[in-house]
């Protein structure tokens, strides 16, 4: 693997593509930075960060040196395990 595509796939994006902002998955980088990830989720990125230090929610997350990253398909994973319905229709 060259350096740049190196470089881009440790920020989490595919080589020769930029991450863009949509409702679904696609676009995103398969490997988010906590600010991606909050805005991904519509959370805080001080929220993700009580989430792993008080373990209130099990939503995993990679550590590179100080950084930390979430993974898109652990992400949209977490947001289907915590559907929730009020019984008239089936959400699953």
């Not at 990830?37 to 590179?64: F, M």
């Not at 100080?66 to 915590?82: A, G, S, T």
């Amino acid at each position: 693997m060259e350096h740049e595509q190196f470089s881009e796939w440790m920020k989490g994006t595919r080589p020769g593509a930029a991450a863009s902002c949509g409702a679904s998955g696609a676009g995103w980088p398969a490997l988010m930075s906590r600010k991606q990830a909050a805005e991904y989720l519509g959370v805080k990125e001080q929220t993700l960060a009580c989430w792993a230090t008080t373990k209130r929610y099990a939503l995993p997350y990679v550590k590179i040196g100080r950084l930390v990253k979430y993974k898109r398909e652990d992400l949209e994973r977490f947001i289907l395990e915590n559907r929730f319905s009020d019984g008239a229709t089936d959400v699953r």
